[in-house]
């Protein structure tokens, strides 16, 4: 698979990601700026699943990021941490794609090092 080219399942995550992004992107708004926790495989010497970040991301997982934007995806308000981590474990849900497109990508990238 190509570092640009998205799997179907990778694209369908990203829009569900996308809508639950724009919500918190609302409260921020709002002014109620929520703690995110990574919902997503962990991540050596840069995130491990179910951290907590209060005042941002740190540096490294901001550059991961942008290496894997899908990433994004998986940080979610601490509000729907208990609904997200159902939805990672419910085959066919957008989360759950989502978690295994991005944690293919990471063994992939791993590999290739």
Do not use: C, F, W
Not at 45 to 60: Q, R
Not at 75 to 85: F, I, K, Q
Request: charged share 20%; net charge positive; aromatic share 2%.
């Amino acid at each position: 698979m190509s570092g640009t080219k998205k799997t179907q399942a990778e694209t369908t995550a990203m829009t569900a990601a996308g809508a639950e992004a724009r919500v918190a992107a609302g409260k921020a708004k709002e002014g109620k700026k929520e703690p995110v926790a990574y919902v997503g495989p962990d991540i050596k010497n840069i995130a491990v699943n179910g951290t907590v970040y209060i005042d941002g991301l740190p540096e490294p997982l901001q550059e991961k990021i942008r290496d894997v934007p899908a990433l994004k995806g998986l940080l979610v308000p601490v509000s729907g941490l208990a609904a997200a981590g159902v939805a990672i474990a419910t085959q066919g849900t957008a989360l759950n794609h989502l978690y295994h497109a991005v944690s293919a990508r990471l063994q992939e990238q791993q590999k290739n090092r």
